[in-house]
T-cell receptor, first 114, second 110 residues
Framework: DADVTQTPRNRITKTGKRIMLECSQT?????MYWYRQDPGLGLRLIYY???????NKGEISDGYSVSRQAQAKFSLSLESAIPNQTALYFC?????????????FGPGTRLTVL | EDQVTQSPEALRLQEGESSSLNCSYT??????LFWYRQDPGKGPEFLFT???AGEEKEKERLKATLTKKESFLHITAPKPEDSATYLC???????????FGTGTSLTVIP
């Protein structure tokens, strides 16, 4: 079984709809992240969480919200989806390795907003 | 401003033709530099972490090196299964965020 799972894997929705992307991990890591990937722009950080009570905004948090329901679960919500939120979304977890954090990524969710 | 630039954007190699991918970075105190491999439609797969200038790491046909301004991913005698996009990322001592480059798309032709 995969260590980091994301659901759904593909989602097509309409402008204005609220949607939730879910991430679960069995790696036992405290740190979890949400990224989006767009062609030519690379991976950009949306939100990150170091434990259940710690949530931080990333580079591009506007239009998104998150919930850390448990150590193993981190959800990303789009309150009112818009077409420029069409992208590939990745969840990642991180383990402290020496003085840095090694990230491990899920398989991604392809989101299309019409 | 912390930045990561990868070059070239795309690289086509014949099977067995060795080459290098470049990752240039500007960061206020490097905490770690990471290399990932990403196959189409999949999540990035962790390859290496480098912590300080002069450090090298190897895995099969891949070797990553680090200087104070850039990192190289050397690919020796590549095979078609090495075809993928290779991503570089850095983490600085200030703040907890990671900064990713846009990747190098590698195609190895049989």
């Amino acid at each position: 079984d995969a260590d980091v799972t994301q659901t759904p894997r593909n989602r097509i929705t309409k402008t204005g709809k609220r949607i939730m992307l879910e991430c679960s991990q069995t790696k036992g890591h405290d740190r979890m992240y949400w990224y989006r990937q767009d062609p030519g722009l690379g991976l950009r950080l949306i939100y990150y969480s170091f434990d259940v009570k710690d949530i931080n905004k990333g580079e591009i948090s506007d239009g998104y919200s998150v919930s850390r329901q448990a150590q193993a679960k981190f959800s990303l919500s789009l309150e009112s989806a818009i077409p420029n939120q069409t992208a590939l979304y990745f969840c990642a977890t991180a383990a402290r390795d020496r003085d840095t954090d090694t990230q491990y990524f899920g398989p991604g969710t392809r989101l299309t907003v019409l | 401003e912390d930045q990561v630039t990868q070059s070239p954007e795309a690289l086509r190699l014949q099977e067995g033709e060795s080459s290098s991918l470049n990752c240039s970075y500007t960061v206020s105190g490097l905490r770690g530099l990471f290399w990932y491999r990403q196959d189409p439609g999949k999540g990035p797969e962790f390859l290496f972490t480098l912590y300080s200038a002069g450090e090298e790491k190897e895995k099969e046909r891949l070797k990553a090196t680090l200087t104070k301004k850039e990192s190289f991913l050397h690919i020796t005698a590549p095979k078609p299964e090495d075809s993928a996009t290779y991503l570089c990322a850095v983490q600085a001592w200030t703040g907890n965020q990671f900064y990713f480059g846009t990747g190098t798309s590698l195609t190895v032709i049989p």
